[in-house]
């Protein structure tokens, strides 16, 4: 199969099975004439998406924004992190059990003690976010730097390389795949965190209003926000894919 | 005169989880400079070892290694000794993500030697390869030979004086192997490098070398030292010649005796 032709396939293919979904959801909906605050029609969910737009934005504006800031902030905080403990054996040993701890513990938890602590504003948001895509880059990027084969290490060797030099030259490029990896997982998890911590507290975001319509059966509005949310965190996935493929030019 | 590399009953030990291995036992030899000569053996006979040690990957247990008259007692070697030293290894060892030419250059970015003058020896020695062609592809868009050569010419981009081979060609089929013996004793001969040549081969060895130092497993140690004195240059022709013959029966007679002793 020629390439246009497989880029043509990757492109209809998936529009074909959204479109399939909707319809067969449509078709349910209007059939059995489900009521509207059980589970409203498609059509219905993308009319209320373009026309309380306006009503949304605001939402939208801030969870993006909560995600956008948190994740950025924790990218050069965690790779440098992990940097750091992956060539200072006594940091590692020190620290690796309470990173693990971090990873493991759903952040959730810590939100409303966050908010206790600093309220319910968007710094305890994107405080959260930070938290959890950190633990996430942290612990992928530990994998990568941590497998660089000992043939590249030995390559060092033999030109009587210093630890920083190391780090640039094979260390870093070798985990950088890894660390894409934890990039990747930590736009999803910083999604889901962002909205989790909006629905705890606080009036602002999608997550808030997503509690706010589903509390008054406004089910179709809420469907809409959920779309948003869905759309923001595929935005950030493949933004991530694309920096990744500018930066990877080389195959392994 | 000064040999260039000596080994004085080096003895190396790898401590494995609950027994000691000895890869390498009272292990002696001397290097004179622009001589090439190549250590042979079965594998795990503690050849690879031998100069792994000698450019400080791994330290010695003991005895002294010393190289132009130094010894580093075991600690790893200063940046001045490590430039007049090239490491070729068994793999190619490039680094995917950097072109041919860029991992050419990586030694002297690394080793702050990037003048003009060694520069210019990169595409000296691209050309001298025959790559030119491809010095802007990444090492998976080249022929595994192409990236053995990478990995030979990127040891000499900064001009050592000493060539330490690990089984260079050793992955390589017997032709493209053949043709890279006949370069590099054509870069031998023009640049009167010291070469230390490590062959689990005996022709090779016999092809190659002015000296042949044998060694036998359990422990990895010494068990012959044999003079080659075939004239130079050689070429692929003398295979057939009755004296490499015989140097090459006396090698194998070596090695042979070793691994029957072993089973009885």
């Known amino acids: ?252 | 005169m000064q040999p260039r590399i000596a080994f004085h009953n080096v003895t190396k030990i790898f401590y494995a989880r609950r027994q000691t291995i000895t890869a390498v036992k009272d292990f002696s030899m001397e290097v004179f400079p622009g001589e090439f000569v190549t250590i042979v053996g079965p594998s795990g006979c503690g050849k690879s070892t031998v100069i792994r040690m000698l450019d400080g990957i791994t330290p010695p247990s003991e005895g002294r290694i010393l190289i132009d008259g130094t010894d580093f007692g075991g600690k790893k070697l200063d940046v001045e000794t490590l430039k007049k030293i090239g490491f070729i290894f068994q793999e190619p060892n490039l680094l995917p993500w950097l072109t041919v030419e860029q991992n050419v250059q990586l030694p002297l970015k690394i080793m702050h030697m990037n003048t003009p003058e060694n520069q210019k020896r990169v595409h000296q020695l691209i050309d001298m390869v025959n790559m030119r062609a491809y010095a802007s592809a990444y090492p998976v868009e080249v022929s595994g030979g192409m990236t053995q050569r990478v990995g030979v010419i990127r040891a000499m981009v900064h001009d050592p004086e000493i060539l330490l081979m690990d089984e260079p060609f050793g992955a390589l089929d017997s032709i493209t192997r053949e043709q890279l013996n006949m370069e590099l004793l054509q870069i031998w001969r023009e640049t009167n490098k010291t070469i230390i040549f490590i062959t689990h081969n005996v022709e090779e060895a016999v092809l190659l070398s002015s000296r042949v130092y044998v060694m036998a497993t359990d422990p990895g140690r010494l068990v012959d030292v044999v003079n080659i004195d075939l004239p130079r240059p050689r070429s692929l022709d003398m295979i057939t010649d009755d004296r490499f013959i015989a140097y090459t029966n006396q090698l194998t007679h070596l090695i042979g005796e070793i691994d029957l002793s072993k089973i009885v």
């Open chain 1, 1 to 252: 199969m020629n390439a246009k032709r497989k880029t043509l396939l990757h492109t209809i293919a998936p529009i074909a099975t959204f479109l399939l979904v909707f319809i067969i959801w449509e078709v349910i909906v209007v059939s059995l004439q489900i009521p509207k605050w059980l589970l409203p029609a498609p059509t219905r969910i993308f009319q209320s998406m373009i026309v309380n737009f306006g009503d949304f934005w605001p939402h939208i504006w801030m969870s993006f924004i909560t995600i956008l800031l948190g994740f950025l902030a924790a990218i050069p905080l965690a790779i440098s992190f992990s940097a750091l403990v992956t060539n200072f054996v006594l940091l590692s040993a020190a620290l690796t059990p309470y990173v693990l701890l971090l990873v493991t513990t759903p952040i959730i938890t810590l939100v409303p003690l966050l908010m206790l602590w600093m309220g319910f504003g968007i710094n305890t948001r994107i405080l959260t976010v930070l938290i959890q895509a950190f633990a996430i880059i942290n612990l992928n990027s530990c994998t990568g730097f941590l497998n660089v084969p000992t043939l590249r290490h030995e390559l060092m060797d033999t030109f009587g390389a210093s630890r920083v030099q190391r780090f640039f030259h094979i260390t870093l490029p070798t985990a950088l795949p890894d660390v894409f990896t934890g990039l990747r997982l930590a736009t999803i998890f910083s999604t889901t965190t962002c909205i989790s911590a909006e629905y705890v507290g606080g009036n602002m975001g999608l997550g808030s209003q997503i509690i706010m319509y589903s509390q008054f059966l406004k089910t179709t509005e809420s469907f809409a926000c959920i779309f948003y949310v869905a759309i923001i965190g595929l935005f950030f996935y493949q933004l991530v894919g694309v920096a990744q493929n500018l930066i990877i030019r080389w195959k392994i």
